[in-house]
Structures are given as C-alpha cells and as structure tokens.
C-alpha cells in the first residue's frame, strides 16, 4: 500500500494544526511501513504512539474550537469520539488476536482514509473560525500546547 502524500491540499492554513495533522501523517506510513516490512513489535509501538497522539491531538483541537466559540464544537467532539472508540478497539484486538497483521491493515486502511476525509471536511469547515482568533490569542494557543503536549512544539 502506497504511504500518504503530504500536500497543500491537507492544510487548514492553520500551522498549529497542519503540523499535528501532518504528524498524524508521519505515524500512519510509520504504520504502513512496519506491516510491509512484517515488523510486527513495531506495528504495536506505533499503533499506540498513533492512538496516543490522535487523543492529544484531538483533546487541543476541542480547546481550539472551545475558544473560538465555533457552533460545531459538540458534533465535531463526537465525530472525535466515535473515532477514538474505533482506534481503541483495533488497539486491544492487535493485543489479543490471532491475525495481528489482518488487524493492523485494517486500522490503516480506516485511519488513512479516515483521516484524509475528516481533514478535507470536518476541519476544513472550523478553520475560518479559528483562524479569527488565532492572531489575538499566541499566548493561549502556546499555554493549550503546553497543556496538552508538555511542549509549545506539537
Ligand atoms: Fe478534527
């Protein structure tokens, strides 16, 4: 399977959230190349690298839209969750089933696909409104950061 092309057209035009995005990137064809290459430790290090910094990244992401008062904001939050119910099932079947392999293509194939179309949709429709506030709140932005990642460098 081809690894995610980064391009333009995956930013928001919100540098904050392109480089988490992108990140989020970077973890998937990490995941892609363990499984090409049967690595199957390393498809469990970054099946839970991935799941730990989609949650962090999604916990900023609400704080943003929070503070930009987007009218979203709730159905967002649940399109976050039921995704995150997702990753955590295909975290504890690759721990206790007999195909962890099966497993983990499945969870790429739902997260490349779902992550592209969430960007291209979901997000692209909050960036307006954030980016309003973004100018005015530097200081906010790199205390939620802080908050959330323990560094102003996401
Ligand atoms: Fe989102």
């Known amino acids: 399977m081809e690894n995610i092309?980064?391009?333009?057209?995956?930013?928001?035009?919100?540098?904050?959230?392109?480089?988490?995005?992108?990140r989020l990137v970077d973890y998937i064809n990490d995941l892609n190349k363990a499984i090409s290459h049967g690595h199957t430790e390393t498809v469990y290090q970054v099946m839970e690298q991935l799941r730990d910094y989609t949650m962090d990244h999604f916990a900023f992401e609400e704080e943003l839209l929070e503070q930009a008062g987007y009218p979203l904001t709730?159905?967002?939050?649940?399109?976050?969750?039921?995704?995150?119910?997702?990753v955590e099932i295909m975290v504890s079947e690759l721990g206790n089933g007999t195909d962890p392999m099966g497993v983990a293509r499945r969870a790429r194939n739902t997260m490349m696909v779902w992550?592209?179309?969430?960007?291209?949709?979901?997000?692209?429709?909050?960036?307006?409104?954030?980016?309003?506030?973004?100018?005015?709140?530097?200081?906010?932005?790199?205390?939620?950061?802080?908050?959330?990642?323990?560094?102003?460098?996401?």
């Open 5 to 22: 092309r980064w391009n333009t057209d995956l930013e928001i035009g919100i540098d904050v959230i392109d480089a988490q995005h992108k």
């Open 74 to 86: 709730d159905s967002h939050k649940q399109v976050h969750r039921r995704f995150e119910a997702k």
């Open 115 to 154: 992550l592209i179309q969430h960007i291209r949709h979901e997000d692209q429709d909050y960036a307006p409104f954030v980016k309003k506030i973004l100018n005015k709140n530097e200081s906010w932005v790199n205390a939620a950061l802080k908050r959330v990642f323990g560094t102003t460098r996401a």
